[in-house]
């Protein structure tokens, strides 16, 4: 599989099927984040892998009922990060950016093993953190929920995350996201030439 076809692949699948998690798949997830650039190499970003079943349950309740189907991923991932961890350039603070390649090298690497990671946004960060046992004073990223897809009627979903499991949701065409050297003129003459955002 090449990049190009790997990045297709990734799916924000929410029909999840519990397994066992091995130690295998515990490596490789934790070798590739190390790999992952930042500036100045700080590798501000931390992982909190949680995949002991009394911790997944005691997961579930940090969770809105948006994300009720988390409960079925058989493991868990907290990004999290502060920014006295990495560079700060004037106004720019990086931890989270940096962190974010960091998340991005772990899902891709778990969709080449054949795995779901959807990243998760509705959680209470101060329960988790709690949970997880993050310090206060970190900022909690992301949870990332790793499974295996079950394409299956018996998990049921709210219609707009049933639709996304069917077909990937639109996505915004490459001239409404990229511009070519100039940001305000380019989106002028780009509006000339596409009628909707979406390919």
């Not at 990223?141 to 996304?164: C, F, V």
Request: proline share 5%; glycine share 2%.
């Amino acid at each position: 599989m090449n990049f190009t076809e790997l990045v297709s692949k990734r799916r924000a699948y929410r029909k999840l099927k519990p397994f066992d998690i091995e130690p295998e798949i515990l490596q490789e997830l934790l070798k590739i984040t190390s790999l992952a650039p930042s500036c100045e190499n700080n590798q501000p970003w931390r992982f909190v892998f949680v995949y002991n079943k009394e911790q997944l349950q005691a997961m579930q309740s940090v969770f809105h009922n948006r994300n009720k189907w988390v409960e079925n991923a058989p493991l868990l991932v907290g990004a999290f990060s502060k920014q006295e961890f990495d560079c700060s350039i004037e106004t720019r603070d990086y931890h989270l950016f940096d962190t974010g390649i960091a998340t991005a090298y772990l899902m891709l690497r778990a969709t080449e093993m054949g795995l779901v990671a959807h990243p998760t946004s509705y959680y209470n960060e101060v329960e988790a953190k709690k949970i997880m046992g993050i310090p206060e004073e970190m900022d909690l990223i992301t949870i990332i929920a790793i499974g295996k897809h079950e394409d299956t009627a018996k998990i049921q979903l709210p219609k707009d995350q049933e639709r996304a499991e069917l077909e990937r949701p639109k996505r915004f065409s490459m001239q409404y996201l990229n511009y070519l050297d100039n940001y305000v003129s380019e989106y002028e003459e780009n509006k000339k030439r596409f009628e909707d955002i979406f390919d």
